[in-house]
C-alpha cells in the first residue's frame, strides 16, 4: 500500500510545531514548572481545566502513569470533552457568563494553588472568567492557548479580553486561527488539526519540568506509576495515601 501524502504532510506540519513550542516556549515551560514545584513544595494542590477539545489536554495530566498524582481536574458539568448531548452543548455553555465563579467557589481550591487553563482560543467567556476568578481567590494562573487568536479574532466576554490578559504564565501553543494544518484543491475545507498534540505536549513538558525543579530541591516528586506495571498499584497506593489530602479525583 502507498503512503498517504497528506498523512505525511500533517506529521510534518506537527513535528513542526513541536519544534517552534520546543525553541520558543522554552522559558515559559521552565516558568510553569517552577511555579507548580513551588505549590507542591508549599503544601499546596494543582489543578486543570479545559472546555471542550482542550479539555484532553488538561484530563492528559490527571491520574496519568508518569504524571503528578496532585493534579486534579476542575471540571464545568457539560463541558468536557464531548459527551455532552447535543455536543454542539458544550460549545454553547464555553460562551455563558457566571459557570466559572460558581465552579470555583464549590470547587476545593484555595489561595497558594495552581490553575492550568487550556483554552485554543481564549476568546470565551468560561476559560476567561476561569482565569479572572482564581487569580481574585489568590491561585497562580497558567494559560495555554494560541496568541494567534488575540490579533485575529475577538473576544466573546464582556471584558473584550482573552485568557492570555489574566494569566501569571503564558504557553504559546502557536496554532493557526481556525486549527487545521492541510488544504488540498479537491476539499473545501482545512482540515487535521493539530491542536491537541502540541497542547498535551506542552502539558507534559510542564510536567517534566516541575519535577525537575523539585528533584532540585531534595523533594522526592510524588509521581504515579503505571497499573500495568509489577508493583505500580502498590506503588500509587503509597503516593495516594501519603498525599490524599490534595487529591480530589478519589472522592
Request: hydrophobic letters at 45%; glycine letters at 10%; one cysteine or more.
Amino acid at each position: 500500500m502507498s503512503e498517504s501524502k497528506l498523512a505525511g504532510q500533517f506529521f510534518d506540519a506537527a513535528i513542526g510545531l513541536l519544534q517552534r513550542v520546543r525553541d520558543e516556549e522554552a522559558g515559559n515551560v521552565a516558568a510553569a514548572g517552577t511555579a507548580i514545584a513551588d505549590a507542591v513544595a508549599a503544601g499546596g494542590r494543582l489543578f486543570a481545566f479545559g472546555a471542550g477539545h482542550s479539555s484532553l489536554a488538561a484530563q492528559d495530566v490527571v491520574y496519568r502513569a508518569g504524571g503528578l498524582a496532585l493534579m486534579n481536574l476542575l471540571a464545568v458539568p457539560g463541558t468536557v470533552g464531548v459527551d455532552v448531548t447535543p455536543a454542539t452543548l458544550g460549545s454553547a455553555l464555553e460562551r455563558v457568563d457566571g459557570l466559572a465563579g460558581a465552579v470555583l467557589d464549590s470547587s476545593p481550591a484555595k489561595p497558594g494553588d495552581v490553575l492550568v487553563i487550556v483554552s485554543l482560543s481564549g476568546r470565551n467567556s468560561l476559560p476567561v472568567e476561569m482565569a479572572m476568578n482564581a487569580r481574585a481567590l489568590g491561585l497562580k494562573v497558567i494559560g495555554v492557548t494560541s496568541l494567534a487568536y488575540t490579533s485575529e479574532t475577538k473576544s466573546r466576554h464582556v471584558s473584550g479580553t482573552f485568557l492570555r490578559d489574566h494569566c501569571d504564565i503564558v504557553l504559546d501553543s502557536k496554532i493557526a486561527t481556525g486549527d487545521a494544518e492541510l488544504t488540498h484543491p479537491a476539499i473545501e475545507a482545512p482540515f487535521a488539526p493539530a491542536s491537541t498534540v502540541v497542547t498535551s505536549a506542552l502539558m507534559q513538558a510542564m510536567m517534566a519540568a516541575a519535577a525537575e525543579s523539585l528533584a532540585e530541591r531534595g523533594i522526592d516528586p510524588p509521581l504515579l506509576r503505571s497499573g500495568n506495571v509489577d508493583g505500580g498499584h502498590e506503588w500509587n497506593g503509597r503516593v495516594l495515601e501519603e498525599y490524599g489530602d490534595r487529591i480530589f479525583f478519589r472522592r
